[in-house]
T-cell receptor, first 116, second 112 residues
Framework: NAGVTQTPKFQVLKTGQSMTLQCAQDMNHEYMSWYRQDPGMGLRLIHYSVGAGITDQGEVPNGYNVSRSTTEDFPLRLLSAAPSQTSVYFC???????????????FGPGTRLTVT | GDSVTQMEGPVTLSEEAFLTINCTYTATGYPSLFWYVQYPGEGLQLLLKATKADDKGSNKGFEATYRKETTSFHLEKGSVQVSDSAVYFCALSGRGYSTLTFGKGTMLLVSP
């Protein structure tokens, strides 16, 4: 199993450009999420999905779009990049254990994005 | 809403010292609690977890006990190694939620 994979590893964008961060998992996990990591802020939830065709907003969704057409893939789209979106982006997938009380999350290696 | 507060770093220790990283949480109901570790340049790895009160999670010499009465989940290790240098995140998932709420992370630096 490759686990959770993310591409690209690094990206530099100019303000106003758009791009898609790719995320895929091969563990047949139902749940997938996108987080951004900023210095001193921990990880904050952008969007998440509880299954194919179902997505919802997290804590910081503005400026980002997601869709989930398959169980495996959960791309994150930046519609018009801004310097405030300079961050490290992590995709995660999870499944439920111990009934519905515990979701172990598996993280990808991250995409480091710089917007100039 | 849910929140996690953990001690600010960096925490600087000598090899073989005792480690405590404090973590407290606010959540409705009975969340599951996690510690994740992030080594330089890498993603997050699950270190340990606890799903109910008084559970003790343990892994690689680290342990943490779910204390409902004090809403805490402090991370401890009896003897740290240089290889433990990393950023440690405390996190919770509310019952029935497939996402995590993270603390801000604590950097641990261990010197030989």
């Amino acid at each position: 199993n490759a686990g959770v994979t993310q591409t690209p590893k690094f990206q530099v964008l100019k303000t106003g450009q758009s791009m898609t961060l790719q995320c895929a998992q091969d563990m047949n996990h139902e749940y997938m999420s996108w987080y951004r990591q900023d210095p001193g802020m921990g990880l904050r939830l952008i969007h998440y999905s509880v299954g194919a065709g179902i997505t919802d907003q997290g804590e910081v969704p503005n400026g980002y779009n997601v869709s989930r057409s398959t169980t495996e893939d959960f791309p994150l789209r930046l519609l018009s990049a801004a310097p405030s979106q300079t961050s490290v982006y992590f995709c995660a997938s999870s499944y439920s254990t111990a009934g519905a009380n515990s979701y172990e999350q598996y993280f990808g290696p991250g995409t480091r994005l710089t917007v100039t | 809403g849910d929140s996690v507060t953990q001690m600010e770093g960096p925490v600087t220790l000598s090899e073989e010292a005792f480690l405590t990283i404090n973590c407290t949480y606010t959540a409705t109901g009975y969340p599951s609690l996690f510690w994740y570790v992030q080594y330089p340049g890498e993603g997050l790895q699950l270190l340990l977890k606890a799903t109910k009160a008084d559970d003790k999670g343990s892994n690689k010499g680290f342990e943490a006990t779910y204390r409902k009465e004090t809403t805490s989940f402090h991370l401890e290790k009896g003897s740290v190694q240089v290889s433990d240098s990393a950023v440690y995140f405390c996190a919770l998932s509310g019952r029935g939620y497939s996402t995590l709420t993270f603390g801000k992370g604590t950097m641990l630096l261990v010197s030989p």
